[in-house]
């Protein structure tokens, strides 16, 4: 099944990443791998970005989008599922296949400040990827550093060469975070939250970049806040996510003026859009998300949902068109069996 109807230059098909709970040393030798339980932080989730598109992933904070952003870069392995990368699973690369995916997919973090090293100058960190991957001329390793700060606004690029990160500004060390990951020229890009650190005053400026550089650059994006204005502005698809699974994915556009799943519903409700043409939804989201390592049967945000039906505490919903590219978990959108019928042989 593929979300995005474009060619997609980055596949993830039922992806699960779940990880250990810790016990202690009594516990695992009375029990060895009996009593082990596991944190389902991504718990089965599909969707597609094509080139020169971005995908918004938006949820509370502890819904998995953080773990999936990681795994698409493999900063975590896959427990189960695939994550298809210009046509080879990532799986299970290793050794000059990983160095050569790393290459062509990079992540920019929250804080800027946290993943630059301070020991480092700018010209240090931006050379450093180009060393790692093979670029020995040192003439081409500054050539190349100089023409990334200019595509970030860094410029003039030989000003910014020899500053430490504590020596710029917020806006400035975001900036050369961005670049530190465009320096490889890769084709696919996850920004993790990367404004939220900086004052509202800069905000723009770093968002307008990034979202300029994934269309001129034509890479694939993906996007990871829990402000959906952010997701809206930058997004061309979006995802929201409950608990390891996506709850609602389609068109920007369409989730966010017309959310059909209960959760985006409340979830659009509690986080403004500043646009008169915005479809005003008010759906109170109380109580907090249960265990996700004791899940509850049936549809996860169940005890949270004020429209659950008797269904809803039996059967777990799985993914549901419901027309131009979206699809929802949600028994309220049940299809009939022909409606079921045809939706495989579209998939065929
Ligand atoms: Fe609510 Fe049922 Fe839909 Fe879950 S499946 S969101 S409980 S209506």
């Known amino acids: 099944m593929t979300w995005d109807q474009r060619a997609a230059l980055l596949e993830v098909k039922d992806l699960k990443v779940h990880f250990p ?167 696919f890009v996850v920004a993790d939250e990367p404004v939220s650190m900086l004052d509202v005053s800069i905000r723009a400026g770093i968002l307008n970049l990034m979202k300029q550089l994934i269309r001129n650059m034509n890479m694939a994006g993906m996007y990871i806040s829990h402000d959906l204005s952010l997701i809206r502005y930058m997004c061309d698809r979006t995802g929201i996510m409950y608990l390891g699974r996506i709850v609602e994915i389609g068109e920007t556009d369409d989730v966010v003026r017309k959310p059909m799943h209960p959760y985006a519903q409340a979830l659009l409700s509690a986080v403004p859009v500043p646009e008169v043409t915005h479809e005003e939804i008010k759906v109170p989201l109380e109580g907090e998300p249960p265990n996700p390592v004791d899940l509850p049967p049936g549809c996860r945000f169940g005890p949270r949902c004020g429209r659950r039906m008797d269904i809803c505490t039996r059967v777990e919903p799985r993914p549901m068109a419901v027309g131009n590219g979206r699809w929802v978990e949600c028994h309220l959108y049940r299809q009939t069996p022909d409606q079921a019928d045809q939706e495989m042989v579209g998939n065929e």
């Open 21 to 187: 709970v810790r016990t202690s040393l009594m516990t695992q030798m009375v029990q060895g791998n009996r009593g082990q339980r596991w944190v389902k932080a991504v718990d089965g989730v599909s969707f597609s970005v094509a080139r020169g598109r971005t995908l918004g992933l938006a949820g509370e904070s502890g819904c998995g989008k953080t773990t999936t952003a990681k795994t698409l870069v493999r900063l975590y392995r896959p427990t189960t599922g695939q994550v298809v990368f210009e046509g080879t699973d990532i799986a299970n690369l290793g050794g000059r296949e990983l160095t050569s995916f790393r290459h062509r997919a990079q992540m920019v973090f929250q804080d800027p400040y946290e993943s630059l090293n301070p020991r480092f100058n700018v010209q240090a960190v931006l050379e450093e990827p180009l060393v790692i991957h093979g670029m020995k001329s040192a003439k081409e390793r500054l050539a190349r550093v100089m023409e990334t700060l200019e595509i970030v606004g860094l410029t003039p690029p030989s000003v910014y060469l020899s500053r430490f990160p504590h020596q710029m500004s917020g806006g400035q060390r975001q900036r050369v975070a961005i670049a530190r990951a465009l320096v490889l020229r890769p084709s």
